[in-house]
T-cell receptor, first 116, second 113 residues
Framework: AQTVTQSQPEMSVQEAETVTLSCTYD???????LFWYKQPPSRQMILVIR??????QNATENRFSVNFQKAAKSFSLKISDSQLGDAAMYFC?????????????FGKGTKLSVKP | NAGVTQTPKFRILKIGQSMTLQCTQD?????MYWYRQDPGMGLKLIYY???????DKGEVPNGYNVSRSTTEDFPLRLELAAPSQTSVYFC????????????FGDGTRLSIL
């Protein structure tokens, strides 16, 4: 079974600085997708970024980028120029490819605080 | 552009009561999911559906039932509420099971007292 581990329960960053959130996963599959979701206090689940395992290039979305190390099964999220609105819980999630039912497997989350 | 709509947003139940959490989506997605999020934890899959009339169990299905009579609706039923079912429940949908991201509803906070 696949597992997702986020080893940092809480992180803090100064506004305008850069922070990296860690995520590791365990799988024997070769076809899969990885996601970072943001959950602000409003409880919404907001997709931040996604990475296809078959792509070597790291995904980027504006201030958000990932460091995808497939051999190490690592998928960290870098937030550049942190803003107060980035404060939230961040969840790393795994999704099987190749005809699976497509459900997400989540880590326990990292609570990010942004200091003004 | 409603997306995934869940009702109610909050509910308090007494032990042994029953209720249905409603979920509807207007994106014509075949795949729908119910997750629960316990405090300090990530989401765990309760049930999922790959299309109308087809449902299957996820990781934590005990105490719940689902149905999928239409593409749009995927209600979650709690038959005999127990304190262990106190949680936040999320419904999600996607067009395909793989590359497309899941769209989430805003969640239902359920307390069993």
């Amino acid at each position: 079974a696949q597992t997702v581990t986020q080893s940092q329960p809480e992180m803090s960053v100064q506004e305008a600085e850069t922070v990296t959130l860690s995520c590791t996963y365990d799988t024997s599959e070769s076809d899969y997708y990885l996601f970072w979701y943001k959950q602000p206090p409003s409880r919404q689940m907001i997709l931040v970024i996604r990475q296809e395992a078959y792509k070597q290039q790291n995904a980027t979305e504006n201030r958000f980028s990932v460091n995808f190390q497939k051999a190490a099964k690592s998928f960290s999220l870098k937030i550049s120029d942190s803003q107060l609105g980035d404060a939230a819980m961040y969840f790393c999630a795994y999704r099987s490819g190749g005809g699976s039912q497509g459900n997400l497997i989540f880590g326990k989350g990292t609570k990010l605080s942004v200091k003004p | 552009n409603a997306g995934v709509t869940q009702t109610p947003k909050f509910r308090i139940l007494k032990i042994g009561q029953s209720m249905t959490l409603q979920c509807t989506q207007d994106m014509n997605h075949n795949y729908m999911y119910w997750y629960r999020q316990d405090p300090g934890m990530g989401l765990k899959l309760i049930y999922y559906s790959v299309g109308a009339g087809i449902t299957d169990k996820g990781e934590v299905p005990n105490g719940y039932n689902v149905s999928r009579s239409t593409t749009e609706d995927f209600p979650l039923r709690l038959e005999l509420a127990a304190p262990s079912q106190t949680s936040v429940y999320f419904c999600a949908s996607s067009y395909s099971p793989e590359s497309q991201p899941q769209h989430f509803g805003d969640g239902t906070r359920l307390s069993i007292l």
